[in-house]
C-alpha cells in the first residue's frame, strides 16, 4: 500500500516538485500550440550527462526547424554525450534511426515501431499493451536523434504524452545506455558490441515499462525486482562465450554503468516537469538495485537458464494438463511465462498435441463381459491443435494424457526420464485416481511416492513441482469424492517435506488455492472441472509461483489478467439426416475446437425434444422402428464457454436392419446386482446375431450414467451394483449391422429380497371413469402393479406389466363408470413379487341400480384402459423408461444413443 501510494505522488507531481516545464506547459497552452505542452530550452546545455533531451516547437528549434514543415510541428531532440566512444555512439545512433525507418516503411507508424523496439527487449516490468497513436519522421544528425511530429499527430491529453514520452525516452535510453557500456570496456575488446547492444536494449525497455508502470499506477517492484529482471534479461540478449565476458563487465563496472545512467534520467526528469517523475524516483533507487543484479547474472552463470545448458521441463499430468482441442492450455501459459522471464527452457516429453475432437462412426460395440475396454496407454489421442492464437514457437512438448492417474504413471516415469532426461518434472496428477475409485486419499498419495521414486532411479537429481488437487464441482451420488480430495491434499502436504533428497528437491504446488473451482460453482471450469482460459492462467500462475518462490525460477509471477480471451463458438452447419441400417443418422460439418454438439430429436408430430450430448459431429437414432419419422436439430455445445444456435430442423424415416429386442427379459435381484434372462431374438435380422447388451441405471444417484456389458448367451450376472439402490434394467439385440431398440425388463432393488404387501391403500374418484390411488410403500420395492377386476362379475383379477415407479397411480377409461371396479396393489422386486394388498372401490353413486355391468349399447362386461396420470410407470417397452434410458449420459460404448 505504502509503495502504490508513493507511485502515485509520483505522477501526480506530489512526492517531487513540478519542475521547470510547470510554467512551459501553461504557457504553451495559451498560445493554442500543442507542440508547446512540456516544451524545454533548446539551448545547449553545459556539463550535460551521458543522455539529455530537448522539446518544444518547430519555430522554437532554431537549427533543427529545417527538418519540419511548420512551425507548430513538435521537435524532440536526444542528445549523446559520451566523447570517449563518440564514433561509437553515432553508429549506435544511425543503426537503431535505420531500423525504426525499416519498420515505417514496412508500414508502422512511429509509435508502433517504437512500441515493437520495447516489445522486443520487454524484461517482464510491466509489458506495455498499447503503442499510442501517433506518427512522425525519425532523424540522426550528428550526435542527436531528431523526432519530428506533425502538428495534427500531437495528442493533447495527458495519456498521450505519457504513452509518447515513456516509448520515446525508453528508445533513446537504449542507444545511450549502450554507448555507457562500451565507454567501460577496453578499446577493442571483441566481445564488448554485443554485450553492450543487450545492455542498452533491455535498459532502455525497462525505462519504458517503469514509466507506464507508474503513469497506470501499477506497482513496478523494488530494486532488488529490477537488479534480477535486468540481469536475466542482459543474460538472455548474449550467448556462448559472451556470457562470462557480461558477468565480467558486470562485477567491475555496473556500479559506474547505473551512476552514468542516474545522471541522465535525472536530467530527463528535470526538463520534462511532472511526466518526469517516475524517472527521477527510479533514477534515485537505481543503485540499490546493482547487488541484485550481480546475484542474478552469477545464479545464470551457474545453473538455471544458461545458454548453454536450457532447463529441461516435463510438464506431466492429466485431462486438465494435456488439454482439449482449440485451447490454449496452462501449459502455453507457463511457457510463456519462461519466455517473458528470458529463461532458456525447453520442455520435454514423448507427446506434443491436445485430445482431439472425436471421429464420427457408428456407435461402438459394447464390450463383452470379462473384455477390458478402453485405449492403450502405449497410444493416447494427441493429435489435437491449439487455440488459434498460440505463438507457433510453442514448445508443446509434454507427458499429459485425458483420463490418466497416478497408479498409471508411476509404472511408466522411469522410463520417460530415461529417454527425455528432464532437469524439473512439474506434477499435475491424482483426481483420476479418486475420481474412478482407483485408490482413496492414501492410496493416491503413496502412488505419488512411487512416482517420485521411480522417477529418481533414471535421474536421481530430477526436481519435482507437485501440485495438489483441486475440487470440482458436486456430482450427485458423490459425497465421497470432495472428502477424498481434501484428505489427499492434506496429506500431500504434509509428505512433500518429507520427500525431498539433498539433489532431488521436491516442493508443493497450490494448484487447489489459486484454482477458482469448488463444489457449489466453478468459474475457471467450463464443466465443474476442466480449465476454461481462466483457470489455465490460473494453473500456470500456481506453478509459477512454486517455481519462483522455492526454486528462485523467474523475476515475478504476474497476476492473473483480470480478462481473457473468449473462446470461438462455431455453428452446425450443413446438417444431414439420412435412413441407414441402424435407423437415422445425422451428420454435420466438424467445427473445429468445439467441445461437444447438442442434438434434439423427436418423432415427427410430437411436442416434446429429446436433447442428447455427443462427442462428434454425428448421431445416430437406434432405438427405432421401422418407419416412423424422426426430425433433429444440432447446436455446437461448449459447456460453461456457451452454446450455438440451432441448426434447422432435417427429418428422416427410419427403416433400420438391426433386429428386435429378445421377449420376455426375466429380472432377479442378488445382494450385489442382478441377475437377467431371455429367449433368443427371433423375427428379421436376428440371423446375425452376434450378442446381447444388458443396461443398467441407478434411478437414485442424480445425474448417473448408464452402465453396459455384454454376453453371447441368454443370460448374465450383473455384479457391483450399488446394495438397495433401485435399478433399471434393459436388453438389447446386436446384429452385425449394429445394436436395436431394446426391451425394458422389470426393475430391481439391489437386496435379493422380495419386498413386503403395500399396504394403506387408498382410492379417490376423479370423475366417473377416473381414479387415483394411492398407498404406503417400501424402500425394498422396486416398483408397483395395480390390479383390478369388475366386482359386478366373478371374472379373475387382471393386470399387466405396467410398473409404477412411486405408490400413486391414477387410473382413466373405466366404462361404464369406476365404481363398477376394485383394486388391489402388488410391490415387486424384478420377478419377486408381494402378495396382493387388500381392495379398494369407489362407493356406488346414487340412482344407479347397483350400478353397471356392461357398455350402454354393447352388452358386454365392462372394459378398462389404463392412463398415467402420478407417479409414472413403467414396463416392456413404455416409452417413459426409454426416454429415460435415452437422456442418460453413458460411462461405456454400445447401443445407448450418444452419437460416439
Known amino acids: 500500500m505504502i509503495l502504490l501510494l508513493t507511485l502515485t505522488m509520483v505522477v501526480t507531481g506530489s512526492a517531487l516538485g513540478a519542475g521547470p516545464a510547470s510554467a512551459t506547459a501553461a504557457s504553451g497552452q ?33 537549427s533543427l526547424r529545417t527538418l519540419a514543415h511548420s512551425d507548430s510541428d513538435l521537435v524532440v531532440a536526444f542528445d549523446y554525450h559520451v566523447p570517449e566512444r563518440r564514433d561509437e555512439t553515432r553508429a549506435l545512433a544511425q543503426d537503431a534511426v535505420a531500423a525504426v525507418q525499416a519498420d515505417q516503411d514496412s508500414g508502422h507508424t512511429l509509435a508502433q515501431a517504437l512500441y515493437d523496439h520495447a516489445r522486443d527487449n520487454a524484461v517482464g516490468l510491466y509489458p506495455a499493451t498499447d503503442a499510442g497513436a501517433y506518427d512522425g519522421r525519425i532523424t540522426a544528425t550528428g550526435d542527436s536523434v531528431v523526432l519530428v511530429l506533425p502538428t495534427a499527430e500531437i495528442g493533447t491529453s495527458a495519456t498521450w504524452w505519457q504513452k509518447f514520452l515513456a516509448n520515446g525516452v525508453g528508445w533513446a535510453v537504449g542507444i545511450g545506455a549502450s554507448a555507457l557500456c562500451l565507454a567501460l570496456t577496453a578499446p577493442g575488446a571483441p566481445l564488448a558490441a554485443p554485450v553492450c547492444l543487450g545492455v542498452g536494449g533491455a535498459t532502455g525497455a525497462f525505462v519504458t515499462e517503469a514509466m507506464n508502470a507508474a503513469f497506470d499506477h501499477a506497482s513496478f517492484g523494488d530494486p532488488d525486482t529490477w537488479g534480477a529482471l535486468l540481469g536475466a534479461a542482459f543474460w538472455g540478449a548474449v550467448s556462448g562465450a559472451a556470457s562470462g565476458y557480461l558477468v565480467k563487465w558486470a562485477s567491475d563496472a555496473a556500479g559506474t554503468f547505473v551512476t552514468g545512467l542516474q545522471l541522465s534520467l535525472r536530467g530527463f526528469a528535470a526538463k520534462i516537469g511532472n511526466l518526469g517523475n517516475p524517472l527521477t524516483y527510479i533514477s534515485d533507487r537505481l543503485s540499490e538495485m546493482v547487488p541484485a543484479l550481480l546475484r542474478r547474472l552469477q545464479d545464470l552463470e551457474r545453473g538455471i537458464g544458461g545458454a548453454d545448458a536450457p532447463l529441461r521441463v516435463m510438464v506431466v499430468g492429466d485431462s486438465m494438463t494435456q488439454g482439449y482441442e482449440g485451447d490454449w492450455t496452462w501449459r502455453y501459459r507457463l511457457w510463456k511465462w519462461f519466455h517473458d522471464q528470458r529463461i532458456d527452457v525447453d520442455f520435454v516429453g514423448p507427446y506434443k498435441g491436445t485430445k482431439a475432437q472425436a471421429q464420427p462412426q457408428p456407435p461402438a460395440r459394447p464390450a463383452l463381459q470379462g473384455e477390458v475396454p478402453g485405449a492403450s496407454l502405449d497410444n493416447p489421442d494427441t493429435s489435437g491443435g491449439y487455440a488459434a492464437g498460440v505463438d507457433p514457437a510453442f514448445d ?46 492414501q492410496g493416491t498419495l503413496d502412488s505419488m511416492k512411487t512416482f517420485v521414486d521411480e522417477a529418481r532411479v533414471a535421474r536421481p537429481d530430477v526436481k519435482f513441482a507437485v501440485a495438489d488437487v483441486p475440487q470440482r464441482t458436486y456430482i450427485g451420488g458423490r459425497d465421497d469424492l470432495p472428502l477424498s480430495t481434501t484428505e489427499y491434499d492434506l496429506l500431500l502436504r504434509q509428505a512433500v517435506p518429507l520427500w525431498s533428497t539433498p539433489v532431488s528437491p521436491v516442493q508443493l504446488v497450490n494448484w487447489s488455492g489459486n484454482y477458482t473451482c469448488a463444489r457449489d460453482a466453478c468459474p475457471a471450469g467450463y464443466d465443474g472441472l476442466h480449465p476454461d482460459a481462466l483457470g489455465e492462467f490460473q494453473i500456470a500462475h500456481a506453478f509459477e509461483t512454486t517455481l519462483h518462490d522455492r526454486y528462485g525460477i523467474g523475476q515475478i509471477v504476474p497476476d492473473v489478467p483480470p480478462s481473457v480471451p473468449d473462446r470461438p463458438l462455431g455453428v452446425a452447419a450443413n446438417v444431414r439426416a439420412v435412413s441407414s441400417d441402424l435407423g437415422v443418422t445425422v451428420t454435420w460439418d466438424r467445427v473445429y475446437g468445439a467441445r461437444g454438439y447438442t442434438v434434439r430429436s423427436r418423432l415427427v408430430g410430437a411436442t416434446a425434444w429429446t436433447e442428447t450430448p455427443v462427442q462428434a459431429n454425428r448421431y445416430d437414432t437406434t432405438w427405432t ?135 394403506d391403500l387408498r382410492i379417490k374418484s376423479v370423475d366417473a371413469t377416473t381414479v387415483q390411488l394411492d398407498w404406503s410403500g417400501s424402500p425394498q420395492a422396486a416398483g408397483y402393479r395395480v390390479w383390478y377386476r369388475n366386482r359386478t362379475t366373478s371374472n379373475p383379477w387382471l393386470s399387466d406389466e405396467t410398473i409404477s415407479d412411486a405408490p400413486e397411480r391414477g387410473i382413466a377409461f373405466l366404462f361404464p363408470g369406476n365404481w363398477n371396479f376394485e383394486f388391489a396393489v402388488t410391490a415387486v422386486n424384478g420377478q419377486m413379487e408381494s402378495a396382493r394388498s387388500d381392495t379398494v372401490f369407489v362407493p356406488e353413486p346414487p340412482g344407479t341400480g347397483g350400478g353397471g355391468t356392461g357398455d350402454p349399447g354393447t352388452g358386454t362386461s365392462g372394459t378398462f384402459r389404463q392412463a398415467v396420470r402420478t407417479g409414472g410407470a413403467s414396463g416392456p417397452g413404455t416409452g417413459r423408461d426409454l426416454a429415460r434410458l435415452r437422456r442418460a449420459p453413458t460411462a461405456s460404448p454400445g447401443s445407448v444413443p450418444t452419437g460416439q
Open 625 to 759: 422402428q421401422d418407419g416412423w419419422e424422426w426430425e433433429y436439430s444440432v447446436r455446437v455445445d461448449d459447456a460453461d464457454d456457451g452454446t450455438s444456435a440451432w441448426s434447422p430442423i432435417v427429418r428422416a424415416t427410419a427403416h433400420p436392419h438391426t433386429a428386435a429386442a429378445p421377449t420376455p427379459v426375466l429380472t432377479t435381484p442378488t445382494m450385489d446386482g442382478v441377475d437377467v434372462s431371455w429367449e433368443p431374438a427371433t423375427g428379421p435380422y436376428s440371423d446375425s446375431v452376434d450378442r446381447y447388451e444388458i443396461i443398467t441405471l441407478d434411478k437414485d444417484t442424480p445425474g448417473a450414467v448408464l452402465q453396459s456389458t455384454a454376453v453371447r448367451g441368454t443370460s448374465a450376472h450383473i455384479a457391483g451394483l450399488t446394495p438397495d439402490h433401485h435399478y433399471l434394467v434393459a436388453v438389447a439385440t446386436w446384429n452385425t449391422v449394429g445394436g436395436g431398440m431394446p426391451a425394458i425388463a422389470r426393475p430391481v432393488t439391489v437386496n435379493g429380497k422380495r419386498p413386503p404387501v403395500p399396504t
Open 396 to 441: 508443446s512438448d509434454h507427458f499429459g494424457v485425458w483420463g490418466r492417474q497416478a497408479m498409471q504413471d508411476k509404472k511408466l516415469i522411469r522410463g520417460i526420464v530415461e529417454q527425455y532426461k528432464p532437469d524439473m518434472i512439474l506434477v499435475g496428477l491424482g483426481f483420476n485416481d479418486m475420481g474412478w475409485f482407483v485408490s482413496g486419499a
Open 30 to 62: 495559451d498560445t493554442g500550440a500543442a507542440c508547446a505542452a512540456h516544451a524545454t530550452s533548446f539551448e545547449a546545455t553545459a556539463d550535460a550527462p551521458a543522455m539529455s533531451i530537448r522539446m518544444g516547437c518547430a519555430g522554437d528549434a532554431g
